[in-house]
């Protein structure tokens, strides 16, 4: 079993940088694949950002894609997200994911265990 715990969330001005962590408890998470979805008021969850267990896969979100980065911190058992040039739209509470397959894979259906989620408010 893994708990993920996010972090890193706040209130930024547009423009501005955030670096989300999921930090996984109960066993190493270095062979799980890892993804970042997001879910703004009232709307879907979507995908954002995902890494493979090796961090030799990943893939963005055309929205985030330039602007975020997914990178594994394999010795602190987390993962992060690198958001830079934050734009009012991406404002949401953002959650991470772990599958135990290892994939990159933008597929909710593929994960295992999610976090509770951290918010982001980006303000103009």
């Known amino acids: 079993q893994v708990q993920l715990v996010e972090s890193g969330g706040g209130l930024v001005q547009a423009g501005g940088s955030l670096r989300l962590s999921c930090a996984a408890s109960?066993?190493?998470?270095?062979?799980?694949?890892v993804g970042w979805f997001r879910q703004a008021p009232g709307k879907k969850r979507e995908f954002v950002a995902t890494?493979?267990?090796?961090?030799?896969?990943?893939y963005y979100a055309d929205s985030v894609k330039g602007r975020f980065s997914i990178v594994r911190g394999n010795s602190e058992n987390a993962v992060y997200l690198q958001m830079n040039s934050l734009k009012p739209e991406d404002t949401a509470v953002y959650y991470c994911?772990?599958?135990?397959?290892?994939?990159?894979?933008?597929?909710?259906?593929?994960?295992?265990?999610w976090g509770q989620g951290t918010q982001v408010t980006v303000f103009s």
């Open positions: 109960g066993r190493t998470f270095s062979t799980y694949g």
């Open positions: 994911a772990a599958g135990l397959r290892g994939l990159a894979t933008m597929q909710e259906e593929q994960y295992d265990y």
């Open positions: 890494i493979s267990w090796n961090g030799g896969e990943s």
